[in-house]
């Protein structure tokens, strides 16, 4: 018995201080489209608004690691929609805050994506980053305040976009202009009245 319980102690002291560390006590999200940014607080306990939230975008596997891993392999192909932003501040000791960045893409088709950039400092490690996949963290947003729908895109950016303000077309109708006036002015030359002796 005394032999197990000191082995149940060795284990614990060979995990990692990250397999001990606690989640973010705040979540801010900004993006286009929002009247103000969502914040995001409280404490980590199960069904609570923070602990819901960190499941649904990975947070834990993406600042962590986790084994088996839930995230994919590489980013997903197709127009992901408008990205958005969280800036989450964890907690650390000694009145130290550590600040992870992760993109968030609420609208991607057919779930939500978050992104963590690996390397981001979180306690005594780097985070390993990386793509996840919620099914659910669309609606969890929405709950918070998020918009339903996609923002627009504004008429100049819808243009542009259409290829009306694009290099190619500007310089065609630059050349086609000067085209124009060179012509009208060679055949006002050509058929200017002419002038006959007195």
């Known amino acids: 018995m005394k032999r197990m319980v000191l082995l149940l102690a060795l284990a614990g002291l060979a995990l990692p201080s990250a397999a001990l560390a606690k989640g973010p006590s705040e979540a801010v999200i900004t993006g286009p489209g929002l009247d103000k940014q969502i914040v995001i607080t409280g404490a980590e306990e199960t069904g609570s608004p923070m602990m819901t939230f960190i499941d649904e975008t990975g947070f834990f596997p993406a600042a962590f690691g986790q084994q088996p891993s839930p ?22 000791g000694d009145g130290e805050n550590f600040r992870l960045v992760q993109d968030l893409y609420p609208y991607a088709k057919p779930n939500a994506l978050t992104y963590m950039k690996p390397g981001q400092d979180i306690f005594d490690m780097k985070a390993p980053g990386g793509w996840y996949a919620s099914a659910y963290l ?8 998020l918009p339903k729908a996609a923002p627009a895109a504004t008429a100049p950016a819808a243009a542009k976009s259409a290829g009306f303000f694009s290099t190619g077309r500007i310089g065609a109708a630059l050349a086609a202009a000067l085209l124009l006036g060179a012509g009208l002015t060679w055949f006002a030359i050509r058929h200017r009245p002419r002038q006959h002796p007195a």
Do not use: E, T
Request: proline residues 13%; glycine residues 14%; hydrophobic residues 35%.
């Open 71 to 92: 995230m994919l392999p590489a980013k997903p192909k197709g127009n992901l929609g408008p990205r958005f932003k969280i800036d989450y501040k964890v907690p650390g």
């Open 138 to 145: 669309k609606q969890v947003l929405v709950d918070h305040g």
